[in-house]
């Protein structure tokens, strides 16, 4: 089937953003997607999921592209993101080591679990015709779906799409233009003093998305808004998720609040992150060298130096910050200057006797941020 056509029918039906990782099976139509549309490369295929997931709650029809392998790799994201959130997005997977057909060692058990994998995540999903006619029915049936708020991934064969040539795309590059190491102590702030700090300086233009664990249900205790979102699942995903909001809704500010060990989880993040750059995203690290919210397992944080790494990634900005009120400078002064910019705080492990939980269900949560972003009147597409 001619790739272009069938690019143009996904247009035609609001599909215009695009993220993946590379597949041979899919190259033709990764290759139109990169000339004709918004095409985010993923480090991983659950980044890729998350940054989708985040461009479908900036308003945008997304679409998801990826090896069936990689499918693996998208598990956490698809049925802790994806499902309880009820957030839609069109996905394409290889079928590499399709029953029936030669294909290399490592596609053989996948080739022959995948559409039991999308059977068990709930997710609907059809074998992609290599008809033009029954593709585009099939295409319209997918697209009822995401309108319903529902996930819909196509199987894609080998030589399902014709050849479309990858034209000539610079690479940008991104540069680090302020950078501030660790010098001196640090104050080690509790975690709820630093989600308070950082929530008095919102406004009305600020989505706050709180990474899972006791982040989130921290940021709810000090206030629930309609522009937070409280992760409950898909550990390391909100940096992505924070991406493709952010690129999708310049005009808003997005303020990812992050946790060292799920930063760590899904570091290959940070590099999508720093080459697309959007100025309007704040990454904020909240580091206390341990997995909290399951014991006080340590993490290896302490032998990382995040602002380096931020820096190398090309934030424009990585700032080692020592103190509250330093975070309290740093916050005001990004809300004057913005750039993308990545702030670590080293803070302590928490003593909280009691912490309870958000009382509203993630898609509560999540159809109140779209409203919010995207400016619909209560109860009005969700």
């Not at 006619?133 to 309108?147: C, D, G, N, P, S």
């Not at 702030?189 to 998305?209: F, G, M, W």
Request: glycine share 10%; with cysteine; proline share 4%.
């Amino acid at each position: 089937m001619q790739t272009d056509i069938f690019g143009r029918e996904l247009k035609k039906l609001g599909f215009d953003f695009y993220t993946g990782v590379p597949c041979s099976f899919l190259k033709h139509l990764i290759n139109y997607a990169i000339n004709e549309c918004d095409y985010i490369g993923a480090a991983n295929e659950g980044d890729a999921v998350a940054i989708a997931a985040g461009a479908s709650l900036g308003g945008k029809k997304a679409v998801v592209l990826m090896q069936n392998s990689g499918l693996s790799n998208a598990v956490s994201p698809l049925v802790s993101l994806i499902y309880p959130f009820r957030i839609p997005v069109l996905g394409f997977i290889s079928w590499r080591g399709q029953p029936g057909f030669p294909d290399e060692p490592q596609h053989e058990l996948m080739g022959r679990i995948t559409t039991k994998m999308l059977d068990s995540m709930h997710v609907k999903w059809a074998i992609l015709s290599s008809e033009w006619m029954e593709a585009k029915r099939q295409l319209a049936i997918a697209a009822k779906y995401i309108e319903h708020d529902v996930p819909f991934f196509f199987v894609v064969r080998n030589g399902t799409f014709e050849p479309e040539t990858l034209r000539k795309h610079d690479s940008r590059r991104s540069l680090n233009l302020v950078h501030a190491i660790e010098l001196g102590d640090s104050q080690f702030p509790s975690r709820h003093e630093a989600l308070q700090t950082i929530n008095r300086c919102k406004d009305d233009r600020t989505v706050q998305l709180a990474t899972t664990g006791k982040t989130g249900r921290q940021l709810y205790e000090i206030e629930d808004a309609c522009n937070n979102l409280y992760m409950v699942g898909s550990m390391g995903c909100v940096g992505s998720l924070g991406l493709g909001i952010a690129l999708s809704k310049p005009e808003f500010d997005i303020w990812v609040i992050d946790g060292d060990g799920a930063l760590l989880m899904r570091m290959g993040s940070q590099a999508t992150i720093g080459y697309y750059n959007p100025g309007n995203l704040l990454h904020i690290l909240l580091d206390n060298n341990a997995h909290d919210s399951t014991g006080g397992q340590k993490t290896v944080s302490h032998n990382v130096n995040f602002v380096n790494i931020a820096r190398s990634c090309g934030y424009a900005k990585s700032i080692f910050v020592h103190n509250l009120d330093q975070l309290n400078d740093c916050l005001k002064e990004w809300k004057r200057t913005k750039g993308l910019t990545f702030l670590h705080l080293k803070i302590s492990t928490g003593k909280e006797v009691s912490l309870g939980r958000p009382a509203k269900k993630p898609h509560e949560v999540i159809n109140r941020l779209k409203q919010f972003l995207n400016g619909r009147p209560e109860g009005e597409g969700t």
